[in-house]
């Protein structure tokens, strides 16, 4: 049974940054693509990052230039660096990884950011 789990949310105050952690676990598998997402209260979900298991990167344009995202193939874990973060960034961050027959959705993490 494939166990996604999600770590390094928290509240920081804008400006500041935080590191997002994920592992996939329970299964042989090679991971095809890794990714972040976030909900805020009373929005869809969206994509925050993403990276294959060869490296390509792609991020939503509101996050360019200040966020990471990085990945260890062997472990089954992404991470997501977070810089200059702000207020407006406040919500639930998920993670999803996807094999190439199915695809799993972290927890979420809760990253609250002040003014």
């Known amino acids: 049974q494939v166990r996604i789990v999600e770590s390094g949310g928290g509240l920081v105050r804008a400006g500041e940054w935080l590191t997002l952690s994920c592992a996939a676990s329970g299964t042989d598998f090679s991971v095809y693509e890794y990714g972040w997402y976030r909900q805020a209260p009373g929005k869809q979900r969206e994509l925050v990052a993403s990276i294959t298991n060869g490296g390509i990167t792609n991020y939503a344009y509101f996050v360019k230039g200040r966020f990471t995202i990085s990945r260890d193939n062997s472990e089954k874990s992404v991470s997501l660096q977070m810089n200059s973060l702000n207020p407006e960034e406040t919500a639930v961050y998920y993670c999803?990884?996807?094999?190439?027959?199915?695809?799993?959705w972290g927890q979420g993490t809760q990253v609250t950011v002040s003014s």
């Open positions: 999803n990884i996807k094999f190439f027959d199915a695809a799993y």
